[in-house]
Structure formats: C-alpha cells, structure tokens
C-alpha cells in the first residue's frame, strides 16, 4: 500500500485494536496473523476487517463521523476527489439506509445485512454456461509443439492468414523497386559512362528510378479523400489494406532514404572522383556530356544545377524524416529549451511542407541531367504527372471544401481531464459515417494548421461534435481560446466551464472555426458485423461514442418503424445496411472525472436499452481492483447508491463502474461463449500499449473457437 500510507496506517491500527496492541511494533507472529486477516478472502473476515476499521473506540457501534471519516479516507485512496466532497452525503446515506430507528450509531450485523444484499462482484459472467466456459478454457491452452520445422511452418501459416493484405501490397512495391533498379542497372552498364564511373553510376542510376517511382508513390496514402472515397464506395478494402495507409507511407520514406543513400553516397564519393581522375583516352566518350575540357575540380560539380538541387533536397529531406521521428514528434526526448521549441507537432507540421520545395527541385534535378540530353529520356515529371495532380486536387478540394465549411459554434464546454468539447453546426451535405474524423482548423490559434479529431456525434444528430484533449502546443491554445468564452457550469450542468449559444447569454466573441471532411477511418466498417466490441482507453472512446449512438439511433429508427411510427420506406434509404445488432463497450479511463465526456450518451443508452443490447463496461483504473480492502467501502457504497438512485458514484451516470483494469482474456471469453459461430469486429482506439495484447487474443480466440474476431484499431 505503499500508494496509500494514511489507509495503511488506519488498516494497522484496526487490525491491532483488534488483538489488543498498543505499541506501534509488532512481532514476525503477530505480522503472520495480520497478513492472514488481511488476505482471507471470505465474506465474514472482510466484513470484520472493515468494521474495525470504522470502529475507532471500539466499542462495536459505528457513528456517522466514523463512517465520513473512512470514505474520506477511501475515497483519498482511490484518487476520487468528486467522492471526497460529497462524504457527508454518503455518510448520511448509510446512516439513513442502517439506522431507520435514529438512534445515532450502526452495529456489524446492520453492515452485513446490507452487503449480503449488494451484489459481491460486479462481473458479467454469471450467466455463462460453467461447463462451456470450462470446454473453451481448454481449448484456449496452448498446445506445445515440439518439432522446429512444424512449429515454423505453423507460425508462418498465421503469419501469412493474418497478414496477407499487407503482404501482397509490400511484395509487390518492393517487385517494382527491383525491376524500376535492374532496367536502369542493364541500361548504363551497356553504356559508354559505364567503361569511366564503372558500378558506381549504374548504382546511382538504378537508385534514382526508384527515387523517382517512390516519390510519385508515397503522395498517395495521404490522398485522404482519394482513400476515403475507395474504402466507401468500392469493394477494394476486401484486398488493400486501407488502415494501413500512414504506415505505407513510412514504408515509402524508409525506401526513399535508402534511395538518396545510394543515388547521393555513389555519385559524391565515386563517380565524380572517377571522372576528374581518368585519362585523356578515357574521357573521350565523356565529352558529349561534360564538354570537350574535363571539369578540373570537384566543385564543379556541386556548383551546377544538379549538384546544388540535389544537395539541397537532402537536407531538406532529413530535416522533414528527423522531425517526422516519434521522440521528436511528441516531444519524448528530454532536449534544451531552445531545442524543444524546434520540436514537437508544429516543427513537424510545418516541416513536412517543405515538401514543396522538394518536388520543385526535384522536377528541375530530374531536367538538367549530366548523362541524359533528349527531353523523353527525361523521365522524372513523368513519374510524378499524376499523383501531383490526384495530390493538388485533393488540397484544393480541402481549401474549397474548408472555405465554406466555417460552422457556428452551438456550445463549448471544458471539462476535466483537460479535454474540451465543441459542438458545432452540420453544414449543408455535410454526411459522415459514424467512426471517422474530421480535421480542425482555428485562425485565432493557427490559420495554417488543420488537425483530426474523431467525430463523436452520430449521423442522425443535427450537430457536429468533437472531444479534444489538450496534449500539445495547438490544443493548449485552442482550448486557452474557447474558455475565455465560457463561464463556470451551473448546478445541473456537466464539465467545469460551458458557453450553450442556444440560451442566448451574452458571451463573448467565439473564435472562428472551419472543418474539413469527413475521412474514413477503420471504425466505419463497424456496419459490416452483427457484433461488435469496441474498446477506449480516456480520450481514445471518441469515435466509439459515435458508434454507440448511431446503434442506439438505429434501434430506435427499428422500434418506431415496427410501431408504425414511421413509414418503411426508410428502409430504402441510401444508407449502407445495419447489420450491427449488439454492441460491447469497454471505457478504461484512469480520472474519475473522464466520465463526465459522455455522461449524457451513456444515461441515454441506459435508459432507453431495455433489452441490454449495448452492454456498457465503465473502468476507472485509479480505484483498487475488487476485493481489495481499499476499495471495500466504494464497493459498498457504489451498490447502495445504485440500488436507491440508479446513478453510479464513481461515474456520476446510470452505468455501474467497476474498478481497476479488465481481464481482457475474460472479456474475450464472455463473448466468444455468447456469440458462437458468428464475426465479432473488435474496435481499438486508444494507447499504442495495449494493441498487441488485443490483437493476439482476436488472433488466438479467432484460430481455437468458431467465434472469429477480426480487429482493427485507429490510425491518425
């Protein structure tokens, strides 16, 4: 407990009033006759153990200072400020629920009549089959494989099952690479220049076609609306792994490095030197290209159009690549103030736009060329044609798009956690999928910068919503902007600041805001499987917000058409089929105050979903797991409340809270033993930690049970 040392210190004086110790000591006996109190696990010894903990005089009888005193204590345990406020309330709770007679005090048998009554475990899975669980129990256990070419083949097989898409997509990229390098190689190996620079400038010609194959390339995967459009209207996302496409563009980048390596390293340090020292006989062949007088110095070649051009898209390059660099990127590297301010997502933002200059110099590199004179032979802007034109248009498509996508501001509200909510105007068209995001921009911060942020309104809503956490330079100064628009919240209002333009307060000016969008993301294919898992960590549950909504929206659009209240041909709407008929949401947050995000969509889904057919699962990982003796009274209190208001303490909504961090092995079990046979789409957003975890179990539930969970998690 070394988190809590006031708990620890109140459990050791209870455990020792009980055996009568006085002195602050204690003997390796006694130590061994707490340890086993403090770890038995049964119902009566808890019970016990609580009470004397309450009892501080102990004279078996608890008062209601004694019981605000302990959750006080709880409640600064388990890092539960709202809890900590509201002491007198819970106390007086307890006190009003144990001792209907007023007589000022409880006794022990009042306390167990109460927590036999509250459920002991908050699990889910009572109503799974014991001898089904026990059956995929066994069959989850691995099976060891003692034979080394067997079990090499079998993990390549899952390998290549699990990986496929990107495999073809890789091995075809790198087929092309190969070919594009080999033309070239055969092409100046046969040539005059060969018999002076030798292997040294077919190199450089090889790693050039690739330069200029990769760089018209790696344009692409950031074609947003391009790759948007495909996985939406088309049927290419059964074979192109469209989640994929920032990690392919960082495949592109590596390639392109390894290119400038070859192409800059082959012609700086060994065909130039070749060049100046070889014989008059030599350089004969040489002087269609390089004039009838051999250059005399190596300058002379870092001076002309293409020695400059070249050396200056490197530098430029490895400026964009070295800021692109995670610890530069999220500011993970510990460096000097005045280092750091040339980091983090603005020097990279600002930095990947030097790409600019780069395709401008590279067009002219690829013109003035020492070994090639006709104009076809010059075949870089050919390369490039297309997907600088697909790339230019998508820009101006954001600009327009953008331009008139300036949204009025419905309502701004702050809430803990740093995280600030925006709830906007939907412009005219403007029709998105649940699961995928929009990009951001505020002139009064950055006219400049745009950046995406998962929509968490549903379709069916007339807003358009985003939840922004404050984790960098811009959202800092975004949400500095907006509070000075808001005032304190009034007493039936969530978050610590709000601004609601619709109650026509006078508030003062809001900056101005446009959007641009939408953008697909690997959470719109949630309509694809009849049940889905979706799974957040904190802010990461934004675009599975939106999912639930639009599942809830959907069952209500279901009910009201059974009922008649709504003529069936919406069912011969556009829409693409909702085939999503039940939904799991996991929400691990580690800040009591988190659930303030979206506590009205999840006492919404409580209320109305009778049937149960969205489960919510609410984890706040700063409270001790169950059955810990510092969450005990929570615990308590937790079922009590519910039981009385419906409303949760620790979450402030309809849904019950449990504590800690989930058992995701058992999360998978529960739903593979309630959905056999069918297609489970699990949906991540969150942590880059816990993405390994969740996609071997999919991958491991998936091979052992007839229950295939196919996982995806969100990129940005």
């Not at 969509?601 to 706040?620: P, R, T």
Request: some cysteine.
């Amino acid at each position: 407990m070394n988190e809590s040392k006031d708990f620890a210190g109140e459990l050791f004086d209870a455990l020792a009033r009980r055996r009568g110790i006085t002195s602050a000591s204690i003997t390796k006996d006694e130590l061994r006759q707490f340890w086993e109190q403090i770890t038995d696990q049964s119902f009566d010894s808890r019970l016990q153990t609580f009470f004397d903990m309450v009892d501080k005089n102990a004279d078996g009888r608890i008062s209601e200072d004694e019981v605000k005193e302990i959750i006080t204590l709880s409640a600064s345990a388990n890092k539960l400020s709202k809890l900590q406020e509201r002491a007198e309330e819970y106390a007086a709770l307890i006190m009003e629920e144990l001792d209907p007679d007023n007589l000022g005090f409880i006794e022990l048998h009042n306390l167990e009549m109460l927590l036999l009554q509250a459920p002991a475990q908050s699990t889910h899975m009572h109503t799974d089959s014991r001898v089904l669980s026990q059956m995929l129990s066994q069959k989850l256990v691995p099976t060891k494989e003692y034979n080394p070419i067997k079990r090499s083949l079998r993990s390549l097989n899952y390998f290549i099952e699990d990986n496929w898409k990107r495999i073809w997509v890789i091995a075809l990229w790198l087929s092309i690479c190969a070919a594009l390098f080999t033309w070239k190689f055969i092409q100046y190996k046969n040539r005059s220049a060969f018999r002076v620079m030798g292997y040294c400038v077919t190199i450089a010609k090889g790693a050039a076609e690739t330069l200029k194959f990769n760089m018209a390339l790696i344009l692409m995967p950031v074609c947003r609306n391009t790759i948007t459009w495909l996985r939406s209207k088309t049927k290419l996302g059964v074979v192109v792994p469209f989640d994929d496409n920032i990690n392919f563009h960082k495949v592109i980048a590596f390639g392109i490095a390894i290119g400038v390596g070859l192409h800059a390293i082959s012609h700086l340090t060994c065909d130039f030197p070749r060049l100046l020292h070889a014989t008059d006989a030599e350089y004969v062949p040489m002087k269609k290209f390089f004039g009838d007088h051999r250059p005399n110095n190596y300058w002379w070649f870092v001076k002309g159009t293409e020695g400059w051009t070249g050396i200056v898209m490197v530098v430029l390059m490895a400026i964009a690549f070295t800021l692109a660099q995670p610890w530069f990127r999220r500011n993970k590297l510990k460096l000097p103030p005045l280092l750091k301010k040339l980091t983090g997502f603005n020097a990279f933002w600002y930095s990947h736009h030097l790409f600019v200059i780069v395709y401008a110099l590279l067009i002219v590199h690829g013109y003035f060329l020492y070994l090639s004179k006709k104009w076809y032979k010059k075949t870089t802007w050919m390369y490039l044609a297309i997907p600088m034109i697909i790339y230019a248009c998508e820009r101006l498509l954001r600009a327009f798009r953008s331009g008139y996508k300036s949204v009025k501001i419905l309502k701004v509200a702050v809430y803990p956690g740093n995280v600030l909510a925006l709830h906007v105007s939907k412009p005219q068209g403007f029709k998105y999928h649940s699961g995928q995001y929009i990009f951001v921009n505020c002139a009064d911060v950055s006219p400049f910068q745009w950046h995406p942020f998962s929509i968490t309104s549903a379709p069916g809503d007339d807003y358009v919503s985003v939840h922004i956490r404050t984790a960098g330079d811009w959202t800092s100064q975004l949400k500095a902007v907006f509070a000075k628009a808001c005032q304190p919240a009034s007493g039936d209002q969530s978050g610590l600041l709000r601004a609601d333009m619709l109650q026509g307060n006078n508030i003062p000016r809001m900056p101005k805001l446009l959007i641009d969008g939408p953008y697909g993301a690997p959470a719109q294919d949630y309509k694809d499987y009849e049940v889905i898992l979706l799974v957040g960590l904190g802010i990461g549950a934004t675009p599975l917000i939106s999912i639930l909504k639009d599942v809830l929206n959907n069952m209500k659009q279901q009910k009201d058409i059974e009922q008649g209240v709504v003529e069936s041909g919406v069912k011969n709407n556009k829409r693409k089929p909702f085939a999503t008929n039940r939904a799991y949401f996991y929400w691990v947050t580690r800040e009591q105050g988190s659930f303030e995000w979206f506590k009205g969509v999840m006492d919404e889904i409580a209320d109305y979903d009778k049937d149960g057919l969205i489960e919510l699962h609410n984890y706040c990982t700063s409270v001790y797991e169950e059955g810990d003796a510092r969450s005990a009274l929570i615990t308590m209190l937790q079922s009590l409340h519910h039981a009385k208001s419906g409303v949760d303490i620790v979450s402030g909504t309809r849904v019950k809270t449990h504590f800690a961090r989930p058992n995701w092995r058992t999360v998978f079990k529960h739903t593979a033993l309630k959905h056999p046979g069918k297609r489970v789409g699990v949906f991540y957003c969150g942590a880059a930690g816990l993405v390994g975890q969740l996609k071997s179990l999919s991958l491991d539930f998936s091979r052992k049970t007839n229950t295939k969970f196919e996982f995806h998690k969100e990129n940005f």
